[in-house]
């Protein structure tokens, strides 16, 4: 049974900073791409960041470059979001996702994704 579970959200002042991790169980790590999505009230469910199994790419929304930063540990079977300077825009409750694809590749799309955490949440107040 494959599970990934988010944790480390919470509210946080316009401003602050927060990471979340995601910890995924009953599939190889390694093999798998990771994502962070988010999803606002009312709004559909973007694409923030995404890693590829090597680590070695990654990929960000322009609405977050340069404040957010995905890291994998492997060994940990963890994905991570640190999250800087937030602002209230960046409110939503946020999702991993791990997707089979290939080694040196990090996407965007939540096509390329086959398993979904079921989120955590995220306010910044301003």
């Known amino acids: 049974q494959v599970q990934l579970v988010e944790s480390g959200g919470g509210l946080v002042q316009a401003g602050g900073s927060l990471i979340l991790s995601c910890v995924t169980s009953?599939?190889?790590?390694?093999?798998?791409?990771m994502g962070w999505f988010r999803q606002a009230p009312g709004k559909e469910r973007e694409f923030v960041a995404a890693?590829?199994?090597?680590?070695?790419?990654?990929v960000y929304a322009d609405s977050v470059k340069g404040r957010f930063t995905i890291s994998r540990d492997n060994a940990k079977n963890t994905v991570y979001l640190q999250m800087n300077s937030l602002k209230p825009e960046d409110t939503a409750v946020y999702y991993c996702?791990?997707?089979?694809?290939?080694?040196?590749?990090?996407?965007?799309?939540?096509?390329?994704?086959?398993?979904w955490g079921q989120g955590t949440q995220v306010t910044v107040s301003s």
């Open positions: 996702a791990a997707g089979r694809y290939n080694y040196y590749s990090a996407y965007s799309s939540s096509h390329q994704y086959n398993y």
């Open positions: 009953g599939v190889t790590f390694s093999s798998y791409g």
């Open positions: 890693i590829s199994r090597s680590g070695g790419t990654t």
